[in-house]
């Protein structure tokens, strides 16, 4: 069955534009938890927007008490600045469970494209060495849409990385304008070739209810999916246990009709 790992950048965001410490992210995160969600996922930038260094030591912590994973997102070649360490020095403070390498700059609103793997692979193999010597599972963010960087998906195993995660943000614009079936083969095809070299296949960035399970009745063996902006989106209506159990309904659901 695929994990759910819940991401939650966006009560940081809102905690921020205001200051002080409400909504309280580690408070958001055991509510996810309490309601059945498998992890957390954080993402914390150089230029703070949202997560924190502090917040990243506080959810390690419940996360640890947890027994769940904690897995920490983030730019392994954005250097330190205040308040920022760097992406490897948190994770070699915090150890969690899994860190995701994404390729994401100061000057983008969110994360919206993955590694060029034929330019990027050589400067990527110490990082990912790096952090496996830490115990974390590495995931590297990937395209499925793009030829330009799917074409060399398979130099991500070749440099020591456990599993990559599927960019689903194209995917997602293409399910609104119902134009999604040439969209989940792309994904389904870089699922396949992924799994052929060894490596696990993560997911997101713009799933939703109503996306997730179209997704993964199509894209073969998806380990993980992490979802933040939309659930917390929909939980300001129904509410984060409720939006969790939603969420995780939709999981059953699929992996019911995949044994079936």
Not at 74 to 99: H, I, K, M, S, T
Not at 227 to 256: C, K, M
Request: net charge negative.
């Amino acid at each position: 069955m695929t994990s759910l790992s819940v991401n939650v950048n966006k009560i940081a965001v809102l905690r921020n534009s205001r200051g002080g410490s409400d909504p309280d992210v580690v408070q958001a995160a055991r509510a996810c938890l309490d309601a059945g969600a498998h992890g957390i996922t954080v993402h914390p930038r150089p230029d703070a927007r949202h997560i924190r260094a502090a917040d990243v030591h506080a959810l390690a912590e419940l996360t640890g008490a947890r027994g769940v994973e904690f897995n920490l997102e983030g730019n392994p070649f954005a250097p330190p600045r205040d308040g920022y360490p760097g992406f490897l020095a948190l994770c070699e403070a915090v150890r969690p469970a899994q860190a995701t390498l994404v390729p994401d700059g100061d000057e983008q609103l969110t994360s919206d494209q993955g590694f060029d793997f034929q330019r990027d692979a050589e400067r990527l193999r110490p990082l990912v060495a790096q952090l496996r010597d830490l115990g974390c599972r590495v995931s590297l963010f990937a395209d499925a849409w793009d030829p330009r960087r799917s074409d060399g998906i398979e130099h991500a195993a070749l440099i020591g990385a456990d599993r990559i995660e599927l960019y689903t943000g194209p995917y997602a614009d293409a399910f609104q304008r119902g134009e999604q079936g040439d969209m989940l083969e792309r994904f389904a095809a870089i699922a396949r070739r992924a799994h052929a070299v060894g490596l696990g296949v993560n997911a997101g960035h713009d799933l939703s209810q109503e996306n997730l399970g179209a997704f993964l009745a199509v894209v073969p063996d998806v380990l993980e999916v992490s979802i933040g902006h939309a659930l917390i989106g929909e939980a300001l209506h129904d509410g984060l246990p409720n939006t969790v159990r939603a969420y995780l309904a939709i999981l059953d659901r699929v992996a019911g009709g995949q044994s079936g």
